[in-house]
């Protein structure tokens, strides 16, 4: 068995794997809310801004890129920028200093002469994206899976000391049905909220996800920013008030 057959069966058995009776999911339920593998925030995008994204990654997919940290996994993630640097040689120094910083300042440094700015004209989004706390926004990009693509099982590899907990990485789909599954530690695979901000602990849990269907790319983004201020604290409390799905 290649390693890209050993992932998929490691994916396979992680995704039938049943939390609900363990120890691992009571630990959870009993933990810190920051600790959580994955929190639904109270933050969803509207029909039109994901209609407009969808659009827009159809009318520009073929300007996606592969550069990412990930080296142990076989799999390639192919990406596109929304917001960010404006050339490939900064979005992958942007990219490595996420798992090589070890403070907010370092991370600043080096990214104080980058450029950072919208890259597509996602006008829905941007507009939309005025009321979601966060201290400063580094990237957004497309992260979607074409007909049978999978992330294997895996834990992101991004700097504890400047993403932790829920105050990380945030993952929008923006379409979902019975095709796509994302699965992680504690909770098992889960329908997820077209639109909706989902704050995922990825570099604290494990986490993989798979398109199964034979014709749809599946779409989503993933927002990069510093949420590390009270708006965002606040925000994350009224989450786990009206979405938790560890009840
Ligand atoms: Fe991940």
Redesign the pocket.
Known sequence: MDTKQRNYTILTKFMKTDWSDSVDLENIKNGAIDDLPILPLDFQLSRSAIKELSDIYDQNQEQSHSICTTTDLPDTYQKLTIFGPDSLEDYKKFHLSTHTSSSWDEFNDIMKNMDLDWRLPANHLRKEMESFPYKRLYTIEYFCKKPGEY?SV???RDNKKLWKGVHNRIYVPLDWDDTMEFGCYGLGKFVMEPGRFYA?N?NAYI?GAWNLSRKKTCKSIIVVVDNHCQSYDDLVKVSYAKHNLYK
Do not use: E, F, P, R
Request: net charge negative.
């Open positions: 992330s895996h834990i992101d995922l990825g986490h």
